[in-house]
Every structure is written in C-alpha cells, then in structure tokens.
C-alpha cells in the first residue's frame, strides 16, 4: 500500500538554525498538509498545500515557516531560524481530495525535531 | 477555535474486553474521523463518519455520531494487545477554517493487556 514518506526520521538542530523536513506524499495524492506534535499534546495543524500555494495556514506556521513542492515529489517544510519551542514531532500528510469532501489524510511517521 | 476532547484519557483492560472512547467538539462539521498513532509513529486512519450518518462499521469498529450533542464515540471490540495505541477524534475543522484541515482531539491512550 502506498505510503507517505518523511526524512529524516530525527533532527538536531542548534537553536537559531534553519531546517528542512521532507516529505514524498502519495503520489496521486493533490492535497498536502503539515501538523505537529509538541511531546504530550494534541496533533496541531500548521498548513496545507493545493496547486502549488498555500491554501491555509494556522497562526503557529509564521514568516519563520515555509513550505514548497519542488518537483513532483517532494514536500519538504522550511524553518528559517529555529527557537527551543520549535522542537516536536512534525507530521507530513497527504490526501485525494478536501477533508470536507470525507476524504481521509495519510500520514507519515514524523520528523522529530530536537532544537538545543 | 474548534477543539476536541476524548474521554477518557487513558483506558485500560483485558484482551477480549470492549473499549469505548468518546469525543466532543465544538463547531458544525462535514465529518468526523478517527486515527489510531502507535508510539513513536504516525497516524493512521481507522474511520471516517459523515455528519449526516449516526453509525458506521469497519471490521470490529464501530462509531456512532450525535450532531446534535456534538459528540462521538469509538467502540473496539474484543480487544486484542496490538490495539494498544492512542485514539484520536479529528474533525474537519468547520465552516469558519474553510473545511481544509483536520483539527484533532486530545486523544485516549489504550491499554489492552493480554
């Protein structure tokens, strides 16, 4: 079955670093999105892609976040300058078509990301 | 902002035993999903429920939906140890985000012990 895949599987990163998180979603899959999980909290969402642009983002995804599909593959999430509250589980997901249309998100396994 | 509660928080029984987990939200939805995350993993999906469906059934699953109580409730039957996991309610955010996104609960962690 096919899955949704995110490298690497844990990052450490020195506070103040930028980052990248990628993601290789489904691939007949339109839709794409980020969540987190800081340790011990609800799975929060941060943004979501269609055609090629942002078509939501929650007030956590701010200047310091950026997201792009470079090619047909990949989804990769961008932090430009890392603070110690960035450190959590990062979540890639993708889907057919709109959660509102009762279409379910596949997920992948995660980023962890640990800032020092 | 929408927000999902489960209860209980954490639940614990035997192999064979039913487990019931329950969720609320805040705001009209389209539907209701629920996800299943192993430690250290991700998220899968187990379910999806429309708003205008009050029951459904997959496998040894079983969700019901109140809309009217703005609630839902996650029934595993005959539970087995590889059940254990964290069982999230996640909903599609409702008409003020646009339907885009799926906003989750706080999630139960199961316990099934053999």
């Known amino acids: 079955e096919p899955e949704v895949t995110q490298t690497p599987s844990h990052q450490v990163t020195q506070m103040g670093q930028e980052v990248i998180l990628r993601c290789v979603p489904i691939s007949n899959h339109l839709y794409f999105y980020w969540y987190r999980q800081i340790l011990g909290q609800k799975v929060e969402f941060l943004v979501s892609?269609?055609?090629?642009?942002?078509?939501?983002k929650s007030e956590i995804f701010d200047d310091q976040f950026s997201v792009e599909r470079p090619d047909g593959s990949n989804f990769t999430l961008k932090i430009r300058s890392t603070k110690l509250e960035d450190s959590a589980m990062y979540f890639c997901?993708?889907?057919?078509?709109?959660?509102?249309?009762?279409?379910?998100?596949?997920f992948g396994d995660g980023t962890r990301l640990s800032i020092l | 902002s929408q927000q999902g509660e489960e209860d209980p928080q954490a639940l614990s029984i035997q192999e064979g035993e039913n487990a019931t987990m329950n969720c609320s939200y805040k705001?009209?939805?389209?539907?209701l999903q629920w996800y299943r995350q192993n430690s250290g993993r991700g998220l899968v999906h187990l379910i999806l429920?429309?708003?205008?469906?009050r029951e459904k059934h997959s496998g040894r699953l079983r969700v019901t939906l109140d809309t009217s109580k703005k609630s839902s409730s996650l029934l595993i039957t005959a539970s087995r140890a590889a059940d254990t996991a964290s069982y999230f309610c996640?909903?599609?955010?409702?008409?003020?985000?646009?339907?885009?996104?799926?906003?989750f609960g706080t999630g139960t962690r199961l316990l099934v012990s053999p």
């Open positions: 996640a909903t599609d955010g409702g008409m003020n985000t646009g339907f885009q996104k799926l906003v």
């Open positions: 429920i429309r708003s205008n469906e």
């Open positions: 997901a993708s889907g057919r078509g709109r959660v509102e249309y009762a279409q379910p998100q596949h």
């Open positions: 705001t009209s939805i389209n539907n």
């Open positions: 892609f269609y055609n090629n642009e942002i078509s939501e």
